[in-house]
């Protein structure tokens, strides 16, 4: 692509700043440009758009790898735009992201402004209706985001606003840095404070409690936004271009369907695996579903790659062994697990109680119990919530960590392979608990442990019927 046309400075003279030269755009010297003009992105204050009315054209003749590259990266765009229901004709679509992503991954930027100008341009209504804004990776690069993402709330109604970032997770700090200006900002940042004072493994200052999420959610329902969150953080790149992100939207959302009206009036169910997890969980009914991956909806908002369907348990009767042979959060991945694990925890009235046969106050000598237990405690409260359940979670995703290395495979995209399971511990706002209810956890982390490989999960409705929802690592009737 001709990489004056990707950036649209805020002048020629930023371009020649930057060593624009259009007649030696060939070869290695794209690369240098391409290069060049990140560091100017990172030294000026401002920003650099991707407007619509830039062509972008690719370099000829490509090779296998750039082929196969450029079709992954326009299915990975389609699905990601699939996900709004975008209607050009009626709204104008909003891309936010950072050189970092830039840097790293410009053929996904590039595929996504292709795809944008194609459904834009076939009509006179729809022509120009998008725009991409990079903003400079720096120390203040959230609070930059937040900001502006802020300030596309408030002024475009029912607008469709995609976040691309390198920087952080969900939920994330540009979303959070957005919030300030909603929520008291004296009272945000002494929570954040001392969510910090308390973490000795993950900065906590990067993430949004469940209340926090909440008024976000609800600021963005009474403008109608609609925002996708894709957060690279501390993952391999690819999880922005690769696996869970190269499902289809519309299989996906079939399979949420599917599961949501399989687990209506589902009571109870028993999970067991091969490696000993027996564990029994009562589900909270008004929590089935709660988290929508359907981003057509005005006021919708939440994360991507997609693929999971999700409900919280009740505490009361929910007891017995979970052994954990997946990756787990905080940034605790499969080849981890495989190498210090598995993790069996003993769960008594929805609270670990013991972590391979030892209390949780006790210093197990294993790195990965103790770093779990260090990520847990740094977002715990007096109430020991951090240790208490949270969520269960059906992954529904046919394409989530496919062919990836166990050391790419982590819980933000293993908790959505098709076949599995993840039950969670920590905060549960988020899936619709009532703050008056028993089980309502208030905790500032949440951590998900993932069940792969032969898992079963048998279901107990109020009629006393019982299926299979997964059956020896099958899942069964979605």
């Given at each position: 692509m001709?990489?004056?046309d990707f950036f649209?400075?805020d002048?020629?003279?930023?371009?020649q700043?930057?060593g624009y030269?259009p007649?030696s755009?060939?070869?290695?010297?794209?690369?240098?440009?391409?290069?060049?003009l990140?560091?100017?992105?990172?030294?000026?204050?401002?920003?650099?758009?991707?407007?619509?009315?830039?062509r972008?054209e690719?370099?000829?003749?490509?090779?296998?790898?750039?082929?196969?590259?450029?079709?992954?990266?326009?299915l990975v765009?389609?699905?990601?735009?699939d996900s709004?229901?975008?209607?050009?004709k009626k709204?104008?679509l909003?891309?936010?992201?950072?050189?970092?992503v830039i840097?790293?991954?410009?053929?996904?930027?590039?595929?996504?402004?292709?795809?944008?100008?194609?459904?834009t341009e076939i009509?006179?209504k729809?022509?120009?209706?998008f725009?991409?804004?990079?903003?400079?990776?720096?120390?203040?690069?959230?609070e930059?985001?937040?900001?502006?993402?802020?300030?596309?709330?408030?002024?475009?109604?029912?607008?469709?606003?995609?976040?691309l970032?390198?920087?952080?997770?969900s939920?994330?700090k540009?979303t959070?840095?957005?919030?300030?200006?909603?929520?008291?900002?004296?009272q945000?940042?002494?929570?954040?404070?001392d969510?910090?004072?308390?973490?000795?493994?993950?900065?906590?200052?990067?993430?949004?409690?469940?209340?926090?999420?909440?008024?976000l959610?609800q600021?963005?329902k009474?403008?109608?936004?609609r925002?996708i969150?894709?957060?690279?953080?501390?993952?391999?790149?690819?999880?922005?271009t690769?696996?869970?992100?190269?499902?289809?939207?519309?299989?996906?959302l079939e399979?949420?369907?599917?599961?949501n009206?399989l687990?209506?009036d589902?009571e109870k169910i028993?999970?067991?695996s091969?490696?000993?997890t027996?564990?029994?969980?009562n589900?909270?009914?008004?929590?089935?579903?709660?988290e929508?991956?359907?981003?057509?909806?005005?006021?919708?908002?939440?994360?991507?790659?997609?693929?999971?369907?999700?409900?919280?348990?009740?505490?009361?009767?929910?007891?017995?062994v979970?052994?954990?042979?997946?990756p787990?959060?905080?940034e605790h991945m499969?080849?981890?697990?495989?190498q210090y694990?598995p993790?069996k925890?003993?769960?008594?009235?929805?609270e670990?109680v013991e972590?391979?046969?030892?209390?949780i106050?006790?210093?197990?000598?294993?790195?990965?119990?103790?770093s779990?237990k260090?990520?847990?405690?740094s977002g715990?409260n007096?109430?020991?919530h951090?240790?208490?359940?949270a969520e269960?979670?059906v992954?529904t995703?046919?394409?989530?960590?496919?062919d990836?290395?166990?050391n790419?495979v982590?819980s933000?995209e293993?908790?959505?392979?098709?076949g599995?399971l993840?039950v969670?511990?920590?905060?549960?706002g988020s899936?619709g608990v009532p703050?008056?209810?028993?089980?309502?956890?208030?905790?500032k982390v949440?951590?998900?442990?993932?069940?792969?490989?032969?898992?079963?999960?048998?279901?107990?409705k109020?009629?006393?019927?019982?299926f299979?929802?997964i059956?020896?690592?099958?899942?069964?009737?979605?």
């Open positions: 001709k990489l004056r649209h400075g002048s020629p003279e930023n371009l700043q930057a030269n007649e755009e060939t070869g290695s010297e794209v690369r240098q440009l391409h290069q060049k990140l560091e100017l992105a990172n030294r000026q204050s401002g920003h650099l758009d991707l407007e619509p009315h830039d972008i690719e370099p000829e003749p490509l090779t296998k790898e750039q082929k196969d590259t450029r079709k992954r990266m326009e765009a389609r699905n990601i735009i709004f229901n975008f209607d050009p709204e104008s909003t891309v936010v992201t950072d050189t970092g840097e790293a991954q410009p053929e996904l930027v590039a595929a996504i402004w292709q795809e944008l100008f194609q459904r009509s006179p729809s022509k120009g209706n725009r991409i804004r990079v903003l400079p990776e720096t120390r203040r690069s959230a930059d985001m937040g900001d502006y993402l802020l300030e596309e709330m408030e002024h475009q109604r029912n607008a469709p606003i995609l976040i970032t390198s920087m952080s997770r939920h994330s540009e959070g840095a957005a919030i300030r200006s909603i929520a008291d900002r004296s945000l940042d002494a929570a954040l404070a969510a910090k004072s308390k973490g000795n493994l993950q900065n906590l200052g990067d993430q949004l409690t469940d209340e926090q999420w909440e008024k959610s600021f963005s009474a403008n109608g936004c925002l969150s894709i957060t690279k953080g501390k993952n391999p790149h690819e999880i922005l690769k696996g869970a992100v190269e499902e289809s939207v519309e299989a996906i399979r949420d369907n599917k599961v009206e687990m209506k589902v028993h999970i067991t091969p490696d000993g027996d564990l029994w969980l589900l909270i009914e008004q929590t089935k579903g709660h929508s991956e359907d981003f057509s909806k005005p006021g919708s908002l939440g994360n991507y790659p997609i693929g999971e369907w999700a409900c919280s348990p009740d505490w009361n009767g929910s007891d017995g979970l052994v954990i042979n997946g787990i959060g905080g499969l080849d981890q697990v495989k694990g993790l925890l003993k769960i008594e009235s929805g670990v972590i391979n046969g030892q209390s106050s006790q210093n197990s000598g294993n790195p990965l119990i103790e779990v260090a990520y847990l405690n715990n007096d109430k020991n951090a240790y208490r359940l269960l979670g992954g995703n046919t394409k989530a960590c496919e990836k290395p166990d790419d982590g933000s293993g908790e959505k392979i098709y599995t993840h969670a511990v920590g905060s549960n899936l703050k008056n209810h028993p089980s309502f956890n208030a905790a949440h951590c998900d442990f993932i069940l792969i490989g032969q898992i079963s999960a048998e279901c107990f109020k009629d006393g019927s019982n299979y929802l059956k020896d690592g099958q899942p069964q009737g979605y």
